[in-house]
């Protein structure tokens, strides 16, 4: 079955930059999407087709993508931010959802 | 702004069946296909299933196939989870999610789930 392949942790102090990458063979023909799940929430979605930003999302948070390889980037980091990040995409034979394994970003 | 309140979360012992609900607070409930996303204790996301908004066309992962069906009232803007055969590895925190897509004719662009269920949870134990 189809897979995406995040670190499980990225730490970071507040103000740096945050870097989240997110890896499957199908990337180069299939949308990412990430999504922030901070403990006892549901998820929200903080980035679509690889680079758009949904309204109300700071634009500190963007996406980037590169050949299997998709990156979720945070810039100026903010406490806040310390949460799960999830990226999202489908597998290419079935278009079934496919979610990554979570990346557990902390905020030093 | 469009809720989903999922509900019908509970204990039941392996072997057993349970129903989950998702009701939405917003207009145009039709027009949209929706998922059941599942996440087990300490774990990650993990998509149960989909059903269609244009003709009620359903998908469901591997793990959950013949024993779980997904369905919808959109009269009572409503989506269901019907579980049987339920196993240890079913516990788990269920949401229930809406796509956020444009359809024009000919044209389907989906931009991820916009809009999550707070979860009800699971537990299968005896």
């Known amino acids: 079955s189809y897979e995406l392949t995040q670190p499980p942790s990225v730490s970071v102090s507040p103000g740096q930059t945050a870097r989240i990458t997110c890896s499957g063979d199908a990337l180069p023909k299939q949308y990412a999407y990430w999504y922030q799940q901070k403990p006892g929430q549901a998820p929200t979605l903080v980035a679509y087709r690889d680079t758009k930003r949904p309204s109300g999302i700071p634009e500190r948070f963007s996406g980037s993508s590169s050949g299997t390889t998709v990156t979720l980037t945070i810039s100026g980091v903010q406490p806040e931010d310390e949460a799960a990040y999830y990226c999202q995409s489908a597998d290419i034979t079935s278009s079934y959802v496919v979610f990554g394994g979570g990346t557990k970003l902390t905020v030093l | 702004e469009t809720h989903l309140v999922d509900s019908g979360g509970r204990q039941v012992k392996p072997g057993g069946s349970l129903t989950l609900s998702c ?4 207009v145009y409930f039709s027009n949209y296909s929706l998922n059941w996303v599942r996440q087990a204790p300490g774990k990650g996301l993990e998509w149960v299933s ?11 992962a591997d793990s959950v196939k013949g024993r779980f069906t997904i369905s919808r009232d959109n009269a009572k803007r409503s989506m269901y989870l019907q ?15 809406r796509d956020w897509a444009s359809v024009t004719p000919g044209e389907y662009i989906y931009y991820g789930m916009d809009v999550w269920g707070r979860g009800t949870t699971v537990t299968v134990s005896s």
């Open chain 2, 83 to 97: 579980m049987n055969d339920l196993r240890p590895e079913d516990t788990a925190v269920y949401f229930c999610t």
């Open chain 2, 23 to 26: 009701v939405s607070t917003g």
């Open chain 2, 50 to 60: 989909s059903i269609s908004f244009r003709n009620n066309d359903v998908f469901y």
